[in-house]
């Protein structure tokens, strides 16, 4: 899979790559640097000041969607929806672009279409995103910076572990965590099940069926849900087949 960006808020990740389930582009991007139009403040006994400064700096570029290519491109579009006016960190490939955050200001589908049926076969999306003073960026970045730091074993002794567990949960870590999870393992990924139970819907508060650990298949994911992945076993090594958690799937 080759990612070409990602936009990663509170509320999780969108992405635009390549990969055998989901062919995203990214085309026309621009940025720009404006001053400002010219002020006049006048107050009676001073003389007459003029100021400029500079405008937010902007960012914008689109993208081509396809259903040819595996994508819902009406759904695509209206996911975007409870995205605009968040803030987050804007990558482009691995390298993070600028050192503020990014509001995005809108998302406007153009060049759309429809078929017989009524739905989108193509459309081209343009994003627009504008500098921003938020600083939930900076708490992404903190937990992103963990995420990685917890993949590596290195100096983590019991006492560090034991700690970690009487410190009060990090919901913003959390999310972020489930984000990276997510975003990794895309629908007919081969992941590791790590044993336990799974469930019958996404959003099960009980079950009765478990398995041993062994290697699995993504078949459905609900970002949103409480078990988010549905797998299956790939061979005779585990007998899950069902919802998951976050926590029970690794490579």
Known sequence: MSVTATFRTTAG????????????????????????A????????SPLSNKRGMKKETVT??????????????????????????????????????????????????????????????????????ESDDTSA???????????AARSAAGVTATTVYKAEKKPKNTLLLMVQRSFTMSKYALGSIVNFKGGPFFATSTSA?????????????????SMADHPFYITHTDGTTTVDGWVDVEQIGD
């Open 38 to 45: 010219e002020k006049n403040d006048a107050v009676e006994g």
């Open 61 to 130: 570029f689109s993208s081509n969607y396809n259903a040819h290519l595996g994508i819902n491109v009406k759904a695509e579009f209206e996911s975007w929806k409870s995205w605009v006016g968040l803030a987050g960190i804007l990558r482009f490939g691995t390298e993070r672009f600028g050192v503020h955050s990014w509001l995005l200001t809108s998302v406007k589908a153009t060049n759309i279409n429809v078929d017989a049926a009524g739905r989108w076969r193509s459309a081209k999306i343009a994003f627009s995103f504008e």
């Open 13 to 36: 990740i969108k992405s635009w790559e390549q990969s055998p389930q989901r062919v995203v582009d990214l085309s026309s991007m621009s940025t720009a640097y404006e001053l400002e």
């Open 138 to 148: 900076d708490a992404i970045e903190e937990a992103e910076a963990a995420i990685e």
């Open 206 to 222: 009980y079950s009765t069926t478990a398995a041993s650990a062994g290697p699995a298949r993504v078949i459905k994911t609900a």
